[in-house]
Antibody, heavy 118, light 107 residues
């Protein structure tokens, strides 16, 4: 199970930290991702982190502003979002990596809504 | 960045009929392609990975095919619970990218 939290309304230029609490699997053994969906738009992959946190990838649209991290002792995934812009408004999902060399998402949370507006 | 293009944008189908959805990659992604189903207010659901491998618990009426740049998702006999938006996603290279989606609606 994946449960996101931390969404809300923030002004442009502001910051927000999303959290994803996980259970039901060995969190420390799996890569994890953040994926988002802007209102009326499709899915957009945002960020990836290796099981041990040593490797991370980001979408061009968020690189330099967002930081993905994890705490394996707390079975939790995080997304620190700085310099937020109106086009960052979206439902943010945390997603578990399928593993086995397949960078696909086999389990998703219900999402948390981030609204960037003045 | 690999651009994924899905067609059609909307597909109107009657229950019991077959639905065929297409996904094209801007460059070869080999068989590194997945399909998801997404219903409003719900989490997306992984249907197919490796272009043609059904995920755990996915009914046999869902099938995927293709390799390289052209892929197809077929729903053989549409059931009421299959009306949703479907996305393809490539995982051949970073950044991971999705297609724009195909909405399968009731005709």
């Amino acid at each position: 199970q994946l449960v996101e939290s931390g969404g809300g309304v923030v002004q442009p230029g502001g910051s927000l930290r999303l959290s994803c609490a996980t259970s039901g699997f060995v969190f420390s053994s799996f890569y994890m991702h953040w994926v988002r969906q802007a209102p009326g738009k499709g899915l957009e992959w945002v960020a990836f982190i290796r099981y041990d946190g040593t490797n991370k990838y980001y979408a061009d649209s968020v690189r330099g502003r967002f930081t993905i991290s994890r705490d394996n002792s707390k079975n939790s995934l995080y997304l620190q979002m700085n310099g937020l812009r109106p086009d960052d408004t979206a439902v943010y999902y945390c997603a578990k990596d399928f593993a086995g060399g397949y960078r696909v998402f086999d389990s998703w949370g219900q999402g948390t809504l981030v609204t960037v507006s003045s | 960045e690999i651009v994924m293009t899905q067609s059609p944008v909307t597909l109107s189908v009657s229950p019991g009929e077959r639905a065929t959805l297409s996904c094209r990659a801007s460059q070869s992604v080999s068989s590194n392609l997945a399909w998801y189903q997404h219903k409003p207010g719900q989490a997306p659901r992984l249907l197919i990975y490796g272009a043609s491998i059904r995920a755990t618990g996915i009914p046999a009426r869902f099938s995927g095919s293709g390799s390289g740049t052209e892929f197809t998702l077929t729903i053989s006999i549409l059931q009421s619970e299959d009306f949703a938006v479907y996305y393809c996603q490539q995982f051949d290279d970073w950044p991971l990218t999705f297609g724009g989606g195909t909405k399968v609606e009731i005709k």
